[in-house]
Nanobody
Framework: QVQLVESGGGLVQPGGSLRLSCAASGFTFSRSIMNWYRQAPGKERELVATISSTGEGTSYTDSVKGRFTISRDNTKNTVYLQMNSLQPEDTAVYYC????????WGQGTQVTVSS
């Protein structure tokens, strides 16, 4: 079964950190470009970060540069999003998205940044 399963979301205070994980199955993860998106209430889904199939290439939306880091472990079929210095405006549902021979969305994980 082709699927992505996110985990690691939760409630964190401003300035705190979280690490999201996205476990893939049912397709060739090591040949997939992986992405993290987020969607805040009342807003469109936006691309947060992208990582190439080998992990050598990454890109970020401007608002998270220097705070978020995307990485992957192809031996574990997992992509990560390390989020530091979190701010209330980072509150959203975070989704991973695979681009491969298939295109797959995860179910999302809620991140809430609040004091």
């Amino acid at each position: 079964q082709v699927q992505l399963v996110e985990s690691g979301g939760g409630l964190v205070q401003p300035g705190g950190s979280l690490r999201l994980s996205c476990a893939a199955s049912g397709f060739t993860f090591s040949r997939s470009i992986m992405n993290w998106y987020r969607q805040a209430p009342g807003k469109e889904r936006e691309l947060v970060a992208t990582i190439s199939s080998t992990g050598e290439g990454t890109s970020y939306t401007d608002s998270v540069k220097g705070r978020f880091t995307i990485s992957r472990d192809n031996t574990k079929n997992t992509v990560y999003l390390q989020m530091n210095s979190l701010q209330p405006e980072d509150t959203a549902v975070y989704y991973c998205y695979a681009i491969s021979t298939v295109r797959v969305w995860g179910q999302g994980t809620q991140v809430t940044v609040s004091s």
